[in-house]
């Protein structure tokens, strides 16, 4: 399993979410998981100029000089420094995918909320936007699927697509159908995933949110159970994993007793090590 990290994607001395840590955490997890097959890849830091493909070149210059807020309503230096390695994950990841043919990883959380010209929700840029108009641009892709499987509803992503006027995204997110755990009950998220799903099947490139807050524990969540959250990954690598596909972490906010920080976010740690060891198995 190809993984796309680099320590700089965790703000250096900032951590306003229990989801901000996730890449450390996970990419070690993952290395120590003798189920799970790493291969740690490199990558540029995304430029301003491949940010602003989505985002309002005033906005990015603001979050970079700190004159404009961040996701998390401040202007703190480290999380502007970072986020050129989050969003620059996820493009690297999308071209390997595109360029190989192959399902990678991006282990990054906070897009889907980040709009043309706001952030919001632990959100500043978008990278599923970033990554689909970057490889647009260079020529690589015509028609791109975003699954957006984090909790929430992606209005960042469908504000990028209405004011860019983008007719070639496939964009289906759970968080603007699904509320409650009683929402999705009666095959009523299984007959969602499937449609978003078949949306997707002509994609070159699909982008995939398997993000842990849908779980009935979370508490920003509470929608998805344990089986269902694994029959989600499950359908989604089967159904879709013959195409370019990328998967990230995105939310996540379940926390446990304990010392360290791994034994804190462990109910989140587990359910990606889940994914990840169904990559694994499936693909390598």
């Known amino acids: 399993m190809k993984v796309f990290y680099r320590p700089e994607q965790v703000a250096a001395s900032y951590q306003p979410s229990p989801s901000a840590l996730k890449p450390r955490l996970v990419v070690a997890d993952w290395l120590a998981d003798p189920h799970i097959n790493v291969e740690i890849c490199s990558f540029e830091p995304a430029s301003t100029k491949t940010l602003c493909l989505a985002h309002d070149p005033a906005f990015v210059r603001g979050i970079f000089s700190g004159r404009r807020e961040n996701g998390f309503g401040n202007t703190n230096t480290d999380v502007a420094l970072s986020l050129p390695f989050t969003n620059g994950s996820m493009v690297a990841a999308a071209e390997h995918a595109v360029l190989h043919g192959e399902v990678v990883c991006s282990p990054t959380s906070g897009f889907h909320h980040a709009g043309y010209a706001s952030a919001m929700g632990y959100c500043t840029f978008n990278g599923l936007m970033v990554a689909a108009l970057a490889l647009k641009q260079a020529g690589l892709v015509d028609h791109v699927g975003i699954i957006d499987c984090d909790a929430h509803y992606g209005n960042g992503t469908d504000d990028i697509i209405m004011q860019r006027n983008i007719n070639w995204i496939e964009h289906r ?85 304990g010392e360290t920080e791994a034994q804190k976010r462990e109910p989140i740690l587990a359910l990606h090590r889940m994914t990840a060891r169904l990559h694994t198995a499936i693909f390598g």
């Not at 509320?179 to 007959?191: L, P, W």
């Not at 449609?195 to 070159?204: E, G, L, V």
């Not at 929608?223 to 990230?248: A, C, K, Y």
Request: hydrophobic fraction near 40%; aromatic fraction near 10%.
């Open 173 to 257: 997110t759970l968080g603007k159908h699904f509320n409650r755990s009683d929402d999705a009950e009666g095959g009523r998220f299984e007959a969602w995933l499937n449609k978003a799903i078949d949306h997707c099947r002509d994609c070159d490139l699909v982008l995939y949110q398997a993000g842990a807050d849908p779980h009935v524990d979370d508490p920003l969540g509470g929608i998805l159970t344990s089986v269902q959250m694994s029959w989600r990954d499950r359908t989604i690598f089967e159904q879709l994993g013959h195409l370019p596909l990328v998967w990230n972490l995105a939310g996540g906010y379940q926390v446990a007793p």
